[in-house]
């Protein structure tokens, strides 16, 4: 079945080639696009173009597809073009004359771009939960390990003192700028499309402040033609939002990589959380955070992905646009894969407290010997020089202390302070 049926046939390769993989992306929408029905249903209902009888009659049908939905019963098959033609097909079985006004004043294009909303709504929705759920592991995992120091490094060079606190929560903080990006994404998502129908809107007198009242709506997109031009536009920044997190989860999973590995020695794992080798008994790999760098090094592409699919099409609606399904769907479970997986990991992380007994990190603390010489009234260039001198001449004598206080320092965390930024951000 197909909603734009007129009666000819289509050849199949045309159908198999337009089709794709709808029908299976679709069966992840599907409870979505029966809800927006009910919404539409309903305002039907209170402009008069369907009786309280009728009505009443579709809100039942609805609810058992519904229901059948939410027990994996619901399938698509390859006589139906996609979930709208399905659920239409189930209605007009089921009640008759009463299933073919369903579609009365929409048009597939709302319908899809209705339901992907209140998908991406949700999922957003779930992912701010689990980045607040690992934000909170880190800051736990700063606090808990905050007095143990270890190098930092720039240029992959040991460059001067950090420590565990000060690094857990640097990737804490960094989550915070990713869910601004996926604030952005939901304010877009949270404009109600439906009443575009096929992007030039209705002569019916629809209320589309009802539908997006009972959608759960902040607001309308107004514009019909501009709510057909979201699609896509919500899907990219979305994209953009996940790839943020990825970028922040991909950097942590590398680090921890490096520090995992004997020649860093900082941090461990138990076993069970590791993978070993076919042919060497030593090996205890990190494959996990390997894949977690992998699968976000993929996710950060998307919005780049997607900007070529969008790239120089005019207004108005495109069957490119169906493609943006096959690449946010599955990132989307992804990104929520990559958050799981790191939460129930991170809080075994091991922590090695005897790093800097190595004296290969002694000039770790070059700098704060420095700084010693100044607050004794040494010219800070004299300073550095001198300081220079004895490391080269392999006079320097470490201090293996860092007196740091300003704000967001190793002895000056404002681990509450960051909590309260996460909190504002709601």
Known sequence: MKLWDKGMKTNEKIDRFTVGNDRELDLVLAGYDVKASMAHANMLCSIGLLSKEENNALMVALEEILDSIHKGKFTIEDSFEDMHSKIEFLLIQKLGDTGKKIHTARSRNDQVLVAMQLFIKEELGSIKT????????????????????????????????????????????????????IEAALRIADQNPLGSAAG??????????????????????????AAQMGRGKVEKATAVGMASIAS??????????LYMSQNFNFISFPDDLTTGSSIMPHKKNPDVFELVRGK??????????????????????????????NSLLPALQELKACLDILTFSLPKVVVRKDILEDPKYNLMFTVDALNELVLQGIPFRDAYKQIALLV?????TSPKDAKHTHQ????????????????RLG
């Open 392 to 396: 080269e001449e392999g006079k320097f």
């Open 296 to 325: 976000c090094n993929v996710i950060q592409a998307l919005p780049n992905e997607l900007t070529l699919l969008l790239t120089n099409l005019p207004s108005g609606y495109h069957r490119d646009l169906q493609l943006t399904k």
């Open 130 to 181: 689990q980045v607040n759920e690992l934000f909170e592991i880190l800051l736990q995992l700063a606090e808990t390990n905050k007095q143990v120091l270890f190098p930092g490094y720039t240029h992959l060079q040991v460059a001067m003192p950090s420590s565990f606190g000060l690094w857990f929560s640097a990737y804490a903080e960094s989550l915070i700028d990713d869910l601004i990006f």
């Open 248 to 257: 922040t989860l991909s950097k942590l999973s590398m680090d921890i990589c």
């Open 408 to 423: 967001g320092s190793i002895g000056n965390l404002c681990l509450d302070e960051i909590r309260d930024k996460m909190k």
């Open 200 to 225: 030039y809107g209705s002569s019916f007198p629809i209320d589309r402040e009802m539908t997006s009242s009972e959608l759960g709506f902040s607001t309308l997109k107004y514009n019909v033609v």
